[in-house]
């Protein structure tokens, strides 16, 4: 079965221009979940879909990181301005609903900022 | 504020040298703890969840174990191919606006198991 899939897998991109990342989630799955991963650190959250609303957008950076979800299915990440600090593995997890809510993950997209 | 910790941050052992790696944790209500894989320029890969302190889970060389501060992650008698990143991770107990959904990680055990 197919898994949650994530494009471009790798994006370099020039300082102050805009990247749109794109997340596919396990069919049926109700619930998406956006994280970043930057060099020696934590998966940090980022912000949470359920169906397409945001309940939780907590964890966004700032006004330039902003994400949308269409048809209950795929989401699209958008970071506008990009900085070199925006460097990172933007991972995108989805999960089922209920008690047994593992979140299973992506390949991830590797941004470089240069 | 959920915190994870684990520790060691690296830890080389030779084929068939069992060990632990800890995860220690504060949450406000503990909804489920999990453990992830990920090997080198790929995601994570769910490995177990624990519910409740007590609770042990196994896969394979792999066993979980979970207390109310801490939990375990033990590698019986490891293989090469065990060698990858372990990450810890607790998901608070709450509504969907309280934070009660995302995970919060740990910054991982990275382990190398050599022949």
């Known amino acids: 079965g197919a898994g949650v899939s994530q494009s471009p897998s790798n994006k370099v991109t020039e300082k102050g221009k805009d990247v749109e990342l794109r997340c596919d989630p396990i069919?049926?799955?109700?619930?998406l979940y956006w994280y970043r991963q930057s060099l020696g650190q934590g998966l940090e959250f980022l912000i949470y879909?359920?169906?397409?609303?945001?309940?939780?957008k907590s964890g966004l950076p700032s006004d330039r990181f902003s994400a949308e979800r269409t048809g209950g299915s795929v989401s699209t990440l958008t970071i506008q301005r990009t900085q070199q600090e925006d460097s990172a593995v933007y991972l995108c997890?989805?999960?089922?609903?209920?008690?047994?809510?593992?979140?299973?993950f992506g390949p991830g997209t590797r941004l470089l900022v240069l | 504020e959920d915190q994870v910790t684990q520790s060691p941050e690296a830890l080389r052992l030779q084929e068939g040298e069992s060990s632990s790696l800890n995860c220690s944790y504060t949450?406000?209500?503990?909804?489920?703890l999990f453990w992830y894989r990920q090997d080198p320029g790929k995601g994570p890969e769910f490995l177990f969840t624990?519910?409740?302190a007590g609770e042990e889970k196994e896969k394979e060389r792999l066993k979980a174990t979970l207390t109310k501060k801490e939990s375990f992650l033990h590698i019986t008698a490891p293989k090469p191919e065990d060698s990858a990143t372990y990450l810890c991770?607790?998901?608070?107990?709450?509504?969907?606006?309280?934070?009660?959904?995302?995970?919060?990680f740990g910054t991982g055990t990275q382990l190398k198991v050599e022949l």
């Open positions: 997890a989805s999960t089922t609903s209920g008690r047994l809510e593992t979140q299973y």
């Open positions: 069919s049926g799955h109700t619930a």
């Open positions: 879909f359920q169906g397409n609303s945001a309940p939780d």
């Open positions: 949450v406000s209500g503990l909804r489920g």
């Open positions: 624990l519910y409740s």
């Open positions: 991770a607790v998901q608070r107990r709450g509504g969907l606006t309280g934070g009660g959904n995302k995970l919060t």
